[in-house]
């Protein structure tokens, strides 16, 4: 049986922000969040994004191909992490979604994750899509 309230205080003490449990069924289940960045991870996105930035291509540029993919990054190791750990302590499988940034929204990071039982197969892009997510 998942854990759900164990996984839910797991993710709260993470740091992570604006947790959604969404029930799919009793073998897998959902949830939605925000990873939001302290000022360290902003400062690091700021500065690579200002040593590969050329003038010559505009804000969008610094934006596009430097910032915001160096966020992700942040975001995406991270809680590639956070659900590793969640998947060794309660012998677990889970996958992650991150949706995409923009630069109105760069201070956080909107994540999906699907957790189920050891042998459990799914497809995580069927349950989004099942879920209207």
Same mark, same amino acid.
């Given at each position: 049986?998942?854990?759900?309230?164990?996984? #839910?205080?797991? #993710? /709260?003490?993470?740091?992570?922000?604006?947790?959604?449990e969404i029930e799919?069924?009793?073998?897998?289940?959902v949830y939605n969040?925000?990873? &939001?960045?302290?000022?360290?991870?902003? *400062?690091?996105?700021?500065?690579? +994004?200002? /040593?590969?930035?050329?003038?010559?291509?505009?804000? *969008? /540029?610094?934006?596009?191909?430097?910032? #915001?993919?160096?966020?992700?990054?942040? +975001? &995406?190791?991270?809680?590639? *992490?956070? !659900?590793?750990?969640?998947?060794?302590?309660?012998? #677990?499988?889970?996958?992650?979604?991150?949706?995409?940034?923009?630069?109105?929204?760069?201070?956080?990071?909107?994540? !999906?994750? !699907?957790?189920?039982?050891?042998?459990?197969?799914?497809?995580? *892009?069927?349950?989004? /899509?099942?879920?209207?997510?």
């Amino acid at each position: 049986m998942i854990k759900h309230k164990e996984i #839910l205080n797991f #993710l /709260e003490n993470e740091g992570l922000e604006e947790i959604d449990e969404i029930e799919y069924n009793k073998d897998i289940f959902v949830y939605n969040f925000f990873y &939001t960045f302290d000022e360290a991870e902003i *400062d690091a996105a700021k500065e690579y +994004a200002n /040593e590969n930035y050329n003038d010559e291509n505009g804000e *969008d /540029e610094w934006n596009e191909e430097y910032y #915001l993919p160096y966020l992700m990054d942040i +975001a &995406t190791d991270n809680i590639r *992490d956070i !659900v590793d750990e969640i998947c060794e302590e309660f012998g #677990l499988i889970g996958e992650f979604v991150a949706y995409e940034m923009d630069k109105n929204s760069s201070s956080r990071c909107e994540f !999906v994750v !699907v957790f189920a039982k050891e042998g459990i197969e799914f497809d995580i *892009d069927d349950i989004m /899509e099942e879920l209207d997510l």
